[in-house]
């Protein structure tokens, strides 16, 4: 094409009337921030001892999930799956469940078998319930391997169900009410969380506390596992089975995530009577204090001196940089949990969150962004739910912003707006290690603060002239 | 030396002992020992169906026609047609440069979905593609044709994406195509290629003309390369100063404006005969285009191919040809006398696509590397054929490999270096053994030709000769 002609159309792609036409759009999803069901699922089984994700699907399907979690985090990933192909459609996929069980238990002899679906199994509707209760009469599933099971349709919701839906089965088929007391233990829920290092943090910050605790699928030692030589199928560290079995006598459980974790939180509450505390995801000032006050009510425990010292030097890092992101606008995307605790950091450091999109996000979500809003008396923030990644382009286009914070695959949009971009969230394919670096607590309000800034800075020393090429910033 | 190949099948036959005895019968059909006096296809029995509950590397029949052979062409928008996850995992994961502006001469790197929900499983997705097609259509005129990719449910449901594709080819005025590759149909990927080929067979080939004033005697069309990290411009580069004019390249930075005139090309060059033998066959027996095989990895390969396709034309090619060969002659020895000695000796295991497990081979050997063993994903009866000539005897040849296999073998033959795809990358830097990705060429390349080589040499090297593998063991257990 004529460079003429292809500015011209690249012009009209950056006006309001295109925007509108884009918004307009009913039927077809570009660029979306969304994975499906079953890739949440089997992270999610990553987080428990001698785990196997076992997916009741094509083997297409479970190619893609493993690609997906290696790129990110940078480790093995194992799932195995029952190979549906043609035949299947036509006579059910019970026969491949069998010889899968029998083949998986030979090769990977594991503890349990985290069960889940694809679309494939779900529309021919086989029951996994009879697949695996017929594979155990059967004896091509031992008694000895636990079996949960949970239907994690890719047609519907996201990654952030399919997390919740397994662990909501592992959790109800392992745990055991016992009439005892509870124990002085709190169960902590990640959610769908792809930056180990906050499952650090709040571990970190547990042991400080002194408070005992279990996370339940603690994936954080098992994806980011040792190289010393030595490949393990089940690396060292993953949530005990015998504490999930034991998980609902615990104290109470915290759920660090709430749009991945609400059908297990509410299990655990209604089924197992636990006292069940769904918080804000600790990013930024405001919310890690929440979470503290919140583990300081339950163990009955004042916040140590040590984290309050911590806040106290995050709280000198903020203002140290504030002038840097003060009356900056960002574009942010993502998972809806991460949205709202960045929100909140931005709004904390005097940063327009300009664009809150999120391709999974709820009208519950959308509403406790505007609620942040209105608490800080923002009026240019937007939030959309439901929207994709070609939207935020229209978006950024028409009315344009300082920085895009979000998964990897927003780098298109910030190349065309000419604006950084800090990778956060999932799944981030294009730089290494960010996911060991917590956003969580304290820990987490200087890592930010620390990326946004000198990123900033580093893009005023891009574009300074001679004369304007400073030594301090 | 004389191979051992009693050895060889005891190794085979230790690692598939802890099978069930129906299993441990069928992947015996799957490794072989490479000999090339008595065997050809036999190495291995392929292209059925894998083993339910191993971890096999191989994909589905979309990421066939999506991901390797469609998606690449680089002026037509891919619609992934059904449920989120599919275009989310295959969105930019495969490295197909393409040059041209996005959104207006370039939609590789979007991702296009219908996002079925439930509803749409319920009541059919029919009338949502149609209504997704015209919305693409006013978003992006420039796009030169929509392709339908079929996910499983569509399949399933009964859809009937082909009357659509009918109907708003003729609304809209560009090609809709209908693909028919839900992930449940095949085996593997492999079905996926053949099913895109075939799409392009009926919806794309002939449509259009060659301009007759600019036709030479040299045309040609490159069948298979897709351009990972820049393999098709480091290939072009050897073609043009062979003195050829490259009309079309499928399908890596292709179109399907390219397409549409491949048929008036005086031969077609096939780099991955696995994915693309199919159009290759159909141009030969439709239009009597002869096609050839080559491989550009590596310049001992490089320069056999330069010679064999140079003999399709007349003695002013093969002239130029052979000062392309002696032009590039110290430059590749030079990379060879660089990284040779520092490689020499040292042994790959491979597991790859349809092409990669025998192709690469040369190259390694230029560097002086030896490949122990090699693994197919998704290959059939032709490629092994092709591959027994390629290796020594008494290599270990596997098809559908899966990773137990693959990280028994490991340890049985005690390879320098891993050369498969990002699933089995951190498995094998688990073990301390350096591993390139060789889908992806590990975020790196071109691989392919003169150029590619140079690259590919100090990839190898610094994989394995990395400072950073000295350090797994922790001084004071040394």
Redesign the interface.
Known sequence: MEREEVKKIKDWMNTEEYKEKNFNRKSIVINPERACQPLGAVLCAAGFEDTMPFVHGSHGCVAYYRNSLSRHFREPIAAVCTSLTEDGAVFGGQANGFEGFKNATALYKPKMFAVSTTCMSEIIGDDLGSIVGNAREKGHLSEDILAPYANTPSFVGSHLEGYDNMLNAIIETLGKKTDAVRTDIINIIPGFDTTVGNINEAKRILKIFGINYLVLADYSNTLDSPLNGEYKLYPDGATKLEDVKNCVNNKATIAMQKYSTKKTSAMLAEKFGQDVRVVKSPVGINYTDEFLMTLSEISGKEVPKEIEDERGKAIDSMTDAQQYIHGKKFAIFGDPDMLTGLTGYLLEMGGIPKYVLCSNGTEEFKKEIEALFAAYSENEGEVYIDKDLWHLRSLVMTSPVDMLLGPSHGKFVAREAKVPHIRIGYPIFDRVNIHRYPIYGYTGVINLTTWIVNKFLDVLDDISDDAHFELMR | MAVNFKEQEGIVEDIIS???ER?KKNRKEHIGINDKETCGTCVAKSNV???????????????GSKGVVWGPVKDVIN?SH?????G??????RRNLAAG?????NFV??????????R??VFGGDK??E???K??H??F??AKGIIIES???I???GDDIEAVAKTMTDEIGIPVIPVRCE?????S?SLGHHIANDSIRDFVVGKGEIDNSKKTPYDVAILGDYNIGGDVWSSMKIFKEMGLNVVAHWSGDGSIEEMKITHGVNYMLLHCYRSMNYIATHFEEKYGIPWIEYNFFGPTKIKESIRKIAKLFDESIQEKSEEVIKAYEPKMQEVIDKYRPRLEGKKVMMLVGGLRPRHIVGAYEDLGMKVVSTAYEFAHNDDYERTTKELENGTIVADDM???EF?ELANRLKPDLVAS???E????????IPFRQMHSWDYSGPYHGYDGFEIFARDMDLAVNSPSWKF??PSWKE
């Open positions: 802890i099978y069930s299993a169906k894998s083993l339910p509950g191993v971890m096999t590397p191989r994909g589905c029949a979309y990421a619609i059904g449920p989120i996850g599919c989310h995992y295959s969105w930019g994961t502006e996005p959104a207006v001469e790197s979007f991702q296009f979905t219908t996002d079925f929900k439930e749409d499983i949502k593609l209504q997704a097609i919305e693409l006013e978003l005129p420039t996910e499983c449910p399949g399933l449901i992930g449940f149909r095949g085996v990927q899966n990773e137990y990280v795809g990002i699933k990358k951190y498995v094998f830097q688990k073990m301390g797994v063991k």
